[in-house]
């Protein structure tokens, strides 16, 4: 099973947490595609911006809830 549901960070968050509740989903689909989907853009409103290791891997935000603070003051 390929995720693909990764168009913004919290539903980044939501599938991470998901998959790693499984063994039969090894990839997550990651948007990036310069210069205007980049985490610093599509992830601008939230604190801790998910992202790809350099090895590859996409960790599992660990924080209380789905594991991502949103930054108030830009979704005013």
């Known amino acids: 099973v390929l995720s693909h549901d990764a168009r913004f960070p919290l539903c ?25 989907l980049i985490p610093a853009n599509h992830q601008a409103f939230v604190h801790e911006q998910i992202l790809v290791e350099a090895d590859g891997c996409v960790q599992v935000p660990d924080q209380p809830g789905l594991g991502i603070t949103l930054r108030q003051e830009r979704l005013a």
């Open 12 to 36: 980044m968050a939501a599938t991470l947490h998901a998959m790693a509740s499984v063994d039969t989903c090894p990839m997550v689909e990651y948007p990036y595609d310069p210069p205007i």
